[in-house]
């Protein structure tokens, strides 16, 4: 892999890793949409996208008559693709630097406070009057919780009273510095330092490579 593919494919991600472990030292829990988060990833693994399936199944009728162009049709059709999995996916939140345990009675209080015929089964929350049912799912590596939709019927507008009252109840929650965090911010800075280098020494590539890329 030349460079400028490495730069392609590897600098969105260096960045999305940057970001992640800043989010993470952080001692403020973070509550992000799953809306938000999934346009992040997808943004992120946007580069190894190019430098895989885009060149790999590159159609050679539309790169000789459009030429650089195509990159703006492969684009356009990975976000829509990308908007098509959000609007498919069920609602869901995200909350960082917390783990199971330290949410679930900071979410108990905010959902009984929203709906006072919520109920608890297990890592199950139902709030009937606001049509939300969601699923607590722990990941413990990253110290954050997922609160997914269940299958059930689900309130679009319910979700969002949820997000805006649990991102009140956190507002003033501070949490323990996380190790991980750190971790993520040196291999994003390790990754970016890396390209930097080997784009000072062979700062030609670059502009062979956009040439290539725009004369498919």
Same mark, same amino acid.
């Given at each position: 892999?030349?460079? #400028?593919?490495?730069?392609? *494919?590897?600098?969105?991600?260096?960045?999305?890793?940057? $970001?992640?472990?800043?989010?993470?030292?952080?001692?403020?829990?973070?509550?992000?949409? %799953?809306?938000?988060?999934?346009?992040?990833? %997808?943004?992120?693994?946007?580069?190894? +996208?190019?430098?895989?399936?885009?060149?790999?199944?590159?159609?050679?009728? @539309?790169? *000789?008559?459009?030429? %650089?162009?195509?990159? *703006?049709?492969?684009?356009? #059709?990975?976000?829509?693709?990308?908007?098509?999995?959000?609007? !498919?996916?069920?609602?869901?939140?995200? +909350?960082?630097?917390?783990?199971?345990?330290?949410?679930?009675?900071?979410?108990?209080?905010?959902?009984?406070?929203?709906?006072?015929?919520?109920?608890?089964?297990?890592?199950?929350?139902?709030?009937? =009057?606001?049509?939300?049912?969601?699923?607590?799912?722990?990941?413990?590596?990253?110290?954050?919780?997922?609160?997914?939709?269940?299958?059930?019927?689900?309130?679009?507008?319910?979700?969002?009273? $949820?997000?805006?009252?649990?991102? @009140?109840?956190?507002?003033?929650?501070?949490?323990?510095? =996380?190790?991980?965090?750190?971790?993520?911010? !040196?291999?994003?800075? !390790?990754?970016?330092?890396?390209?930097? !280098?080997?784009? *000072?020494? =062979?700062? =030609?590539?670059?502009?062979?490579?956009?040439?290539?890329?725009?004369?498919?």
């Amino acid at each position: 892999m030349d460079i #400028f593919s490495a730069c392609v *494919a590897f600098g969105p991600l260096a960045i999305y890793l940057l $970001l992640l472990g800043v989010i993470n030292i952080s001692r403020r829990p973070l509550v992000v949409s %799953g809306t938000r988060e999934t346009l992040a990833v %997808g943004l992120a693994l946007m580069g190894l +996208v190019v430098v895989g399936p885009m060149q790999l199944f590159m159609p050679q009728e @539309a790169a *000789a008559r459009f030429g %650089g162009l195509v990159w *703006a049709l492969l684009f356009c #059709f990975y976000v829509l693709s990308l908007f098509l999995a959000i609007m !498919l996916s069920r609602p869901r939140l995200v +909350v960082y630097n917390m783990t199971l345990d330290e949410l679930r009675p900071i979410l108990a209080e905010t959902a009984a406070r929203l709906d006072h015929e919520s109920s608890w089964a297990g890592k199950a929350l139902s709030m009937p =009057q606001m049509r939300v049912n969601l699923q607590l799912e722990n990941f413990t590596p990253m110290r954050n919780v997922t609160l997914s939709a269940t299958p059930d019927d689900q309130s679009i507008g319910g979700w969002r009273r $949820l997000a805006a009252a649990l991102r @009140a109840s956190l507002d003033q929650t501070k949490v323990s510095n =996380q190790t991980h965090g750190l971790r993520l911010v !040196l291999c994003g800075l !390790l990754i970016l330092l890396t390209l930097a !280098l080997k784009v *000072a020494e =062979q700062p =030609q590539t670059i502009a062979q490579g956009l040439s290539r890329m725009l004369h498919p």
